[in-house]
C-alpha cells in the first residue's frame, strides 16, 4: 500500500472524526469551512487509500467478557521478518501486531472473550503454526485507560 501525506485539511477531518465518527457531514463541513461534497471526497480519499477506516471502537474494560494480552515474540531469524508479521497479524484474535525494537522482534495485542483460554490457544495453537518462533513472553493487560480497540471479529463471534 502506497503511503500518503496529510494535508492540514486531512489531519483537521480526522481531528473531528477522531471526537465524534458520527457526526453528520454538513457539520463537519461547516466546522472545516468547506462544501459537504468536499468533506466527503476527503473522506472516501482517505478510506480507499488505507489511510483511515471508520469502525466502532469498544472500552475494552467497560466489555467484561473481552480479555486483553500483549505477546512478545521473538523470532529465530530476522530474515523473514515482513513475513512473520503478515501471517501473525492475521492470526485469529490479533487487535494489531508491530516489528519492534528491544529484546522482542515483535509485539502483538491479542483480544478474545475466551479469557485466558483464549490466549492459551493463542499461544499454543496459532502462533506455533506460524513457524519460525524462538520464543514468546506474554503479558495480561489488567487495567489500562483510554484503551479503545476494534475488537476482532473472530473474539465478537464467541460471544453472540
Not at 477531518?13 to 465524534?20: A, E, S, Y
Not at 469551512?33 to 489511510?51: C, D, K, M, W, Y
Not at 496459532?126 to 484503551?147: C, N, Q, T, Y
Request: glycine share 8%.
Amino acid at each position: 500500500m502506497k503511503e500518503s501525506t496529510l494535508d492540514s485539511l486531512d489531519k483537521r477531518l480526522i481531528q473531528i472524526l477522531t471526537k465524534d465518527g458520527r457526526l453528520p457531514v454538513g457539520t463537519i463541513a461547516k466546522s472545516l469551512g468547506i462544501t459537504p461534497p468536499t468533506v466527503r471526497s476527503r473522506l472516501e480519499s482517505l478510506v480507499s487509500t488505507g489511510v483511515m477506516r471508520i469502525c466502532g471502537l469498544v472500552d475494552a474494560f467497560k466489555a467484561k467478557e473481552l480479555t486483553i494480552a500483549l505477546v512478545g515474540v521473538c523470532l529465530e531469524t530476522h530474515k523473514e521478518l515482513d513475513q512473520k508479521i503478515e501471517q501473525i497479524s492475521g492470526l485469529n484474535n490479533i487487535h494489531w501486531a508491530a516489528v519492534v525494537t528491544g529484546r522482542f522482534d515483535i509485539i502483538v495485542e491479542i483480544v478474545t472473550s475466551d479469557g485466558m483460554l483464549g490466549l492459551y490457544r493463542f499461544l499454543t495453537e496459532d502462533l506455533p503454526r506460524v513457524g519460525g518462533i524462538r520464543s514468546s513472553e506474554s503479558f495480561m493487560v489488567m487495567k489500562a485507560k483510554r484503551k479503545w480497540v476494534v475488537v476482532p471479529s473472530k473474539a465478537m463471534e464467541n460471544t453472540l
